[in-house]
């Protein structure tokens, strides 16, 4: 049975994340800067208003986090590759995020590897889908918070960089709901980014 309890926390961390992701977009000139603060202040809400279990090993995680990160940055390149012959410009869109926001400097690597991209899993997956789980079934609990994880991107200003943020939140909470692996997802998110912005960008 769900509870009919309003999660006050839940709630207030989604407020925060609102916040943190408007000021972080407001100033590009510093925005990964930005970005990894608010994501080490997310962290610090999970810990103190919910409990991280380790449910799998790290080492166990490995495999199938390359793997995942593989397969969705194989999903992305031919989702770009279609955009080219789409009407609407998006594809000039996603070049223009590309070079908007693209890492720049070994600290913002860091940045990303330390504190955005745990930051992410575990405030977005670890902490608000699954308190998400304990009001609705899970697949209704994934595509909420991939839609919020995405509307938060529209601070940008680019209508694309939300679509990529919500396809991505809901694969990788597809795969937190099969298996509640916060490592799992970790890995993944770092392969993705690995491919993405620097191994085989695709602009």
Same mark, same amino acid.
């Given at each position: #049975? &769900?509870?009919? &309890?309003i999660?006050?926390?839940?709630?207030?961390? %989604?407020?925060l994340?609102?916040?943190? #992701?408007? @000021?972080?977009?407001?100033?590009?000139?510093?925005?990964?800067?930005?970005? $990894?603060?608010?994501?080490?202040?997310?962290?610090? /809400?999970?810990?103190?208003?919910?409990?991280?279990?380790?449910?799998?090993? %790290?080492?166990?995680?490995?495999?199938? $986090?390359?793997?995942? $990160?593989?397969?969705?940055?194989?999903?992305?390149?031919?989702?770009?590759?279609?955009?080219?012959?789409?009407? $609407?410009?998006?594809?000039?869109?996603?070049a223009?995020?590309?070079?908007?926001?693209?890492?720049?400097?070994?600290? %913002? /690597?860091?940045?990303? @590897?330390?504190?955005i991209?745990?930051?992410?899993? %575990?405030?977005w997956?670890?902490?608000?889908?699954?308190?998400?789980?304990?009001?609705?079934?899970? /697949?209704?609990?994934?595509l909420?918070?991939?839609?919020?994880?995405?509307?938060?991107?529209?601070?940008?200003?680019?209508? @694309?960089?939300?679509?990529?943020?919500?396809?991505?939140?809901?694969? /990788?909470?597809?795969?937190?709901?099969?298996?509640?692996?916060?490592?799992?997802?970790? @890995?993944?998110?770092?392969?993705?980014?690995?491919?993405?912005?620097?191994?085989?960008?695709?602009?």
């Amino acid at each position: #049975m &769900k509870s009919n &309890k309003i999660d006050f926390r839940l709630y207030l961390g %989604i407020l925060l994340a609102a916040g943190l #992701m408007y @000021v972080t977009f407001e100033h590009a000139s510093v925005f990964w800067y930005l970005y $990894g603060a608010s994501m080490l202040f997310l962290i610090s /809400w999970v810990v103190l208003n919910d409990e991280l279990k380790k449910q799998f090993s %790290i080492l166990k995680s490995i495999i199938p $986090g390359i793997f995942s $990160g593989i397969i969705l940055y194989i999903l992305f390149y031919i989702g770009a590759l279609l955009l080219k012959f789409i009407p $609407g410009n998006f594809d000039a869109l996603v070049a223009k995020g590309y070079t908007k926001y693209e890492p720049e400097s070994l600290l %913002i /690597w860091l940045l990303l @590897v330390v504190a955005i991209v745990p930051g992410e899993e %575990i405030f977005w997956r670890g902490f608000v889908l699954k308190r998400l789980e304990h009001e609705l079934v899970p /697949w209704v609990a994934v595509l909420i918070m991939a839609t919020l994880n995405g509307a938060f991107m529209l601070f940008s200003g680019n209508f @694309v960089i939300a679509l990529a943020a919500t396809l991505a939140s809901i694969y /990788w909470g597809f795969i937190y709901i099969r298996r509640p692996s916060l490592s799992l997802l970790i @890995v993944s998110h770092w392969t993705f980014n690995l491919l993405l912005l620097l191994i085989l960008p695709i602009y």
